[in-house]
Nanobody, 126 residues
């Protein structure tokens, strides 16, 4: 099992940027594909972005393309989500997740991720 801890959330104004971090303990993240999800009040959790264990391939939900960037620093056992041009509709709890099944493709369904952090709140005011 991988213990994941997210940080970096906060209250910002529309148009601002934030960088979320997800740090792991227990196992090295370099072995796993990683993903970010978010859940807005009253809505289901949705896929945001994912990155291959090699770091060479990333995938984004359409509404995040061009604004969000997922990256990883395996030396720090950390995955990041850089968010720019934030909008009020980006307000949500953001979660990172580890896909411990060794696969050649990135997945977007939360049921395919094995370990989750507790989430970090991002609030964007208009």
């Amino acid at each position: 099992q991988v213990q994941l801890v997210e940080s970096g959330g906060g209250l910002v104004q529309a148009g601002a940027s934030l960088r979320l971090s997800c740090t792991a303990s227990g196992r090295t993240l370099s072995r796993y594909n990683m993903g970010w999800f978010r859940q807005a009040p009253g809505k289901e959790r949705e896929f945001v972005a994912a990155i291959m264990r090699s770091g060479g391939t990333t995938y984004y939900a359409d509404s995040m393309k061009g604004r969000f960037t997922i990256s990883r620093d395996d030396a720090k056992n950390t995955v990041y989500l850089q968010m720019t041009s934030l909008k009020p509709e980006d307000t949500a709890v953001y979660y990172c997740a580890a896909d411990r099944f060794i696969r050649r493709n990135l997945v977007t369904r939360e049921s395919e991720y094995d370990d989750w952090g507790q989430g970090t709140q991002v609030t964007v005011s208009s």
